[in-house]
């Protein structure tokens, strides 16, 4: 991440710690659009947010779990039995 | 916290013994919590274990609930404390990555070693890999400290925002927000170690 950028613009190291902030549309509207536009000029940061939002769908599937229906009447069964315990 | 709490009218009921309305909570969470639990525990008896520890004791304090948050927010906090006690129980958690290997990937001479290769993101489109990638990215959430899977999986899986995951873990929303972005990048780094080790 060598690209030179004019000193108004952020850095390739600030646009890495920004990364977060600017998936979950927490940046002020002028940090955005500074920051797409370094993106835009710079294809090892572009590449960068590439594959950091392809890890975050991958995890999103992959921890994507459903309870299992055997869980969810022993869940109901155990609370049926304490309630009646109080 | 919302202007308006969905689920108040149930708690409301809850509070006045109705059993269906508790039901109703139940069934809307149940899988949530449930996800939260696995997530964590890695067990399927310890994650049931932590699911109905929750239930219960929503049940037996909802008389304390006094609607100074959401009511997800409290449920979800209880639910996490239901995990931290079974993981102590269990004595697994001590079995995280250290933390300074979290640190180290915000360190700027590694940024160059984290520059993805050409083919990065096709290779992980390859619906082959996928299966596999969906294990490394498992083992790599496992091995996040306790605390940063916590908001991972809230962030990510349950789709909360940063602040209701600050309010359930009691941390400022800056060290939630500086925690979730550590474990995005240790995440997309395993899974970037292991797509540049299997290039061809």
Known sequence: MSHEH????????????LLSEFVDGELTDSLRESLSRHLSACPPCEEFLKTFQVTRSLCRESLMETMPDELKVRLRSFLRIQIQKK | MPAVDLDAPLVNQTRGGDASAFEELMRRYEEKVYR?????????????DAVQDTFLNVYRKIDTFKGESAFST?????????????????SRHGRTEPLEDLEGILDPAKVRILMPSRGWTEKADDALLRKELSGILREAVDALPEEYRAIFTLREVEELSNQQVADILGLSLAATKTRLHR????LRQRLSRYLQGNAA
């Open chain 2, 74 to 90: 409290w449920l979800y906090k209880i639910a996490l404390n239901s995990v931290y006690m079974k993981l102590r129980s269990r």
């Open chain 2, 183 to 186: 474990a995005r990048l240790f």
């Open chain 1, 6 to 17: 004019r000193s108004s613009e952020p850095t390739c190291r600030e646009v890495f710690d």
């Open chain 2, 36 to 48: 939260l639990a696995i997530g964590m525990t890695k067990n399927r008896e310890d994650a049931l």
